[in-house]
Nanobody, 126 residues
Framework: QVQLVESGGGLVQAGGSLRLSCAAS????????MGWLRQAPGNEREFVAA????????MYADSVRGRFTISRDNAKNTVYLQMNALKPEDTAVYYC???????????????????WGQGTQVTVSS
């Protein structure tokens, strides 16, 4: 059974930084792409960033490109999201997610993901 557990959320002032972590278990971590998505109150869940199974390819939403960095450590079964220059509009619940299919590429929409963590709240004050 695939389990994803996020951590690292919190309250930060605009311009600050946070690092989210997601620990995965239940299957061979290094065979699967990973992603971060978020959902703000009243909004639909949206794609933030994704990383390929090897870590060699990444993709970002336009709204976070240049400020956020996704990375993974396959030895630790963990994916990270480094968030810099945070803005109040980044406030949301952030979810770690992964597709069911191994070596899946192009997971850029919430519908591409099959397993989800419980989410971690990120609040950016102005």
């Amino acid at each position: 059974q695939v389990q994803l557990v996020e951590s690292g959320g919190g309250l930060v002032q605009a311009g600050g930084s946070l690092r989210l972590s997601c620990a995965a278990s239940g299957r061979t971590f290094s065979s699967y792409a990973m992603g971060w998505l978020r959902q703000a109150p009243g909004n639909e869940r949206e794609f933030v960033a994704a990383i390929s199974w090897s870590g060699g390819s990444t993709m970002y939403a336009d709204s976070v490109r240049g400020r956020f960095t996704i990375s993974r450590d396959n030895a630790k079964n963990t994916v990270y999201l480094q968030m810099n220059a945070l803005k109040p509009e980044d406030t949301a619940v952030y979810y770690c997610a992964t597709p069911a299919e191994a070596f899946y590429s192009g997971a850029y929409a919430p519908s591409d993901y099959d397993y989800w963590g419980q989410g971690t709240q990120v609040t950016v004050s102005s």
